[in-house]
């Protein structure tokens, strides 16, 4: 027998055991991922977030006692007026070079994996989630999908020039596999769950 012969025929007798897929429409596996416990469990296991905000909370107050009085927040939510976008008379991206702290809205969360969804509706200039030292999420508990399956049918029909999933801060470990949190991006990212 040759070795290429021999090769194949090991390969042949050591396959590994089919496992089925699991069924996604059963309800238990929504209930074990469709979770506001579980969203808070997994972002926070990734590196982010998450604050739980009650209906008698009033949130700008919230975010200020969370980031102190005197942080530089640049809010895109019309409801939550901070420091504005751009400063009046410009609309040059350079500006936001030095946001401290960007606060937006996300359409959607997806517990499974810590997730938000957020479009170009949501942040204005798409710099923005990524040019800032720290990300702050505003979602309703009412808003999260238990997986992904679901949030790809969600997004299936929407029209948008630019979207993504963002789950956490930036993180990478190439230098000497060492985790740096913000190396390209924000250093942390907190999601408020409002009610």
Wanted: net charge negative; proline share 6%; charged share 20%.
């Amino acid at each position: 027998m040759s070795s290429r012969s021999a090769i194949l025929q090991a390969v042949k007798q050591n396959q590994p055991t089919v496992e089925t897929l699991p069924d996604i429409t059963q309800p238990d596996y929504a209930l074990k991922f469709g979770t506001t416990e579980k969203f808070a469990e997994v972002l926070t296991a990734i590196g982010g977030r998450v604050i739980l905000v009650d209906e008698t909370d009033d949130l700008k107050a919230l975010i200020l006692q969370v980031y102190g009085e005197e942080a530089d927040i640049v809010s895109v939510i019309d409801e939550l007026p901070f420091k504005p976008l751009f400063p009046p008379g410009t609309e040059d991206p350079h500006v936001l070079e030095n946001v401290d702290i960007a606060l937006m809205k996300a359409q959607f969360g997806v517990s499974e994996n810590g997730s938000v969804w957020v479009t170009e509706a949501e942040y204005k200039v798409r710099a923005f989630p990524f040019i800032c030292q720290h990300l702050a999420v505003v979602l309703s508990r009412n808003d999260l999908v238990p997986y992904m399956h679901e949030a790809y049918q969600k997004i299936s029909g929407q029209q948008y020039g630019f979207g993504l999933f963002i789950a956490g801060p930036s993180k990478t470990a190439d230098i000497e596999q060492s985790l740096v949190l913000g190396a390209h991006g924000p250093k942390t990212m907190t999601v408020f769950l409002t009610q």
